[in-house]
């Protein structure tokens, strides 16, 4: 992986197929929020703290998820028919609001 920081998001299907992995589909947004961390509205479930990989190519992180769960009746489940997918994006991500943010379903290079 190059090193620098990167997006990380959940996706909300559990599929990754390269070249573009699109397959993964849009952001995991269950509760239709706003996108970055930082939003006064609240942050979108998937929405995690950019991850910076060293120049070696090492990334070691922890990342809570107030959001979104592995248990049952929930509308922050992951675990569901399609799944979910954990993608590192090749550039970082949005963390402040801005009314440009990308909605969930388009996202950058991944």
């Known amino acids: 992986m190059a090193s620098g920081i990167h997006g990380f998001h959940i996706y909300s299907t559990g599929r990754c197929d390269s070249p573009d992995f699109e397959s ?25 703290p950019n991850i910076f990989v060293d120049a070696s190519g090492t990334l070691t992180f922890e990342v809570v998820a107030d959001e979104v769960t592995l248990g049952t009746d929930s509308e922050g489940l992951l675990v569901y028919t399609d ?3 954990l993608i590192v994006r090749r550039t970082p991500t949005t963390i402040g609001p801005s009314p440009t943010a990308e909605p969930a379903s388009a996202s950058p290079a991944r």
Request: aromatic share 8%; net charge negative; glycine share 22%.
């Open 24 to 48: 993964a589909g849009g952001i995991f947004n269950p509760f239709g929020t706003s996108h970055g961390i930082q939003s006064p509205d609240g942050k979108m479930a998937s929405d995690l």
């Open 83 to 85: 799944g979910a997918a």
